[in-house]
Each structure stands twice: as structure tokens, then as C-alpha cells.
């Protein structure tokens, strides 16, 4: 179940798809700044929702009531939409105030539609990340167990962790060109420069840099030579785990024997066809590891696979298509 206002990769294999309105046909609150938390801002509907389209609050309202009788009105405590949005900016009113930021009321504040501007303080502007332990490292130590900057962690030893060693150091990844099969490269998966992650995958920006209407995939002259490869080719990589089609653009910004497919194309599988995926999402291709038995974050930014110019039938994109039954 998923609460979506577009046809997402994610919305696309839920079995129930509840409509969410967009940030145009609902009342909110939002912040500028993912960082300095800079401006407060009232975001004011400017279209009525559309078709069955719901703010969340009201589909997780009539969620709770389906759940159990009475649930609404615990879910709302009998406030509405907007008495939720006064109750949270009065709660940042109070932390405010606590640090000397004075709010205006909420209801002159939602009146006013103007953002609201933090003050930057003298001590934010001054701020120097560890400065107190690098001015006096005894009087303000860190929460580590020596209150220094630890490079070799006792604690960390104490797990005995291979893949984790209690000192930063380089260690050969599963899969690289160091221990390739012949004919494999090592694929990248970089973020990509024009969207983030998974976002605006659908939109008109993506003819900006799609090529041959698939994922662009880097390939270094060399390589894209000893495969009869052009620039502009769609190509078909593979591995053990699965196989993609996606766009060469051939350069020189590339190393030989190492090729990219970024992070965050919508996936586009098809079953009638061996699987592949016709959009190029390369999570099709990398494996789905922790990085370490400690650190257990993303590893997905290298595996190995082969390439070559498709030479198969024409696979039309559907990865942007809504379902036949929407």
C-alpha cells in the first residue's frame, strides 16, 4: 500500500494505490535551507484536489476510522487540517522563543503569506565544527572512549568484524576489475547530475540526457572499440544478477576497463523478454549487500558486468506509462 501523487516506480508494484494531492492542493508548512532550516514558509493551496485525490491527514484519518470505530477522531484528536499545521508552528513558536526567535502569531503569520527569515546568531556564524575540543581538548572532550579523535578504535577491534578492521584502510571490494572475468568491467553507478536519486525520472528533463530514449551509460573509447560500440548505441549489460539496456556515450572521462550507469532510473522489466530491464536501472546489476557487518550502509556503487551492442528486438519504454487499469 502506498499514498503517491504520480505513477512512481514504487506506487507502479503496490497493490493499492492510495492518490495523494501535490504540494498545489494542500495547506502546509515547509522550510527553506536543508541545512540552515533558514525561512518558515505557509504553503497555501492555489487548485482544489483533483478526481479522488486526499491530503494525508485525511486519508490516514478515514485509515484509522476503517482500522477501528473511532479511530478518526484519535488519529485528529478533533483538530483539522489547518489546527494541525497552527499546532506544529506553535510548537516551533515555543522552541523559538526558548532561543530568543520571536514568531507572530499563526494566524497572522498564515494571513500575512509571507516566509519568515531566522535570525542568524553571532555563534551559528562563528561556528567552528569541533572548535570547543580543539581549543581546550581537556576541557571538552569528545564522546569517544579516549575523548580524542580516534583513528584506531579499541572497540571497534573488540567485534572482530574481517570486513570492519578498527582503523581506516583500503580493502578489495567483492567485485572490481581486480578479480573481473574476461571481458567484464567494473560498473559504477554514480549519482546522477540532473536529477536526484530516483526523482523527475518521467519528466520532460529527461530528454536532456537520455540517449536512444534509455539511461546514458559512459564507455571509454577503448572499450567501446574492442566491442564494435558507437556513441549513441543501445547496448545491453548483464551479469549474473540480471541484465539492462541502456545509451553509450563515449568519452574520454572514463578510465578503460570502467564504465557508469548512474543511480535511479525507474525500473522497466520485461518478463516476456528474460527480464531485462529496458529503462537501465542499474540496481538491476549491483548487489544488494550491506557495506559491513558494523556500518551496514548502501554498497550498491560498484559490480561487475559485460556489455554489447543490442542487436535484439525493439523493447518500447513502458517504465513511464501508467497501469492499464488507472
Known sequence: MISECNWTAAARHADIVL????????????????YSNQHLVPMKRVVMPRDEA??????????????????????????????????????AAERGASQQVALPPFERFWQANELI?????????????????RADPQANPLKTPSGKIEIYSERIASFQYPDCPPHPMWLEPDEWHGNAQPGQLQLLSAHPAHRLHSQLNHTSLREQYAVAGREPLTLHPQDAQARQINDGDVVRLW???GQVLAGVVVSEDIKPGVMCLHEGA????????????????????????????????CAGNTALAWVEKYNGPELALTAFNPPANA
Open 19 to 34: 492518490p495523494a494531492t501535490t504540494s498545489f492542493e494542500r495547506n502546509d508548512l515547509t522550510m527553506t535551507g536543508d
Open 54 to 91: 486526499r491530503d494525508d491527514w485525511q486519508v490516514f484519518a478515514d485509515l484509522s476510522e476503517l482500522w477501528q470505530s473511532g479511530g478518526r477522531e484519535r488519529f485528529t484528536e478533533g483538530k483539522s487540517e489547518l489546527q494541525w499545521l497552527e499546532t506544529f508552528y506553535n510548537i
Open 117 to 133: 527569515e531566522m535570525p542568524e546568531s553571532e555563534q551559528n556564524a562563528a561556528f567552528v565544527r569541533f572548535g570547543a575540543f
Open 239 to 241: 551479469n549474473h544478477r
Open 266 to 297: 525507474w525500473p522497466d522489466l520485461d518478463l516476456q523478454a528474460g527480464g531485462i530491464c529496458k529503462n537501465g536501472a542499474v540496481n538491476v546489476l549491483t548487489k544488494d549487500i550491506p557495506s559491513s557487518r558494523l556500518g551496514n550502509g
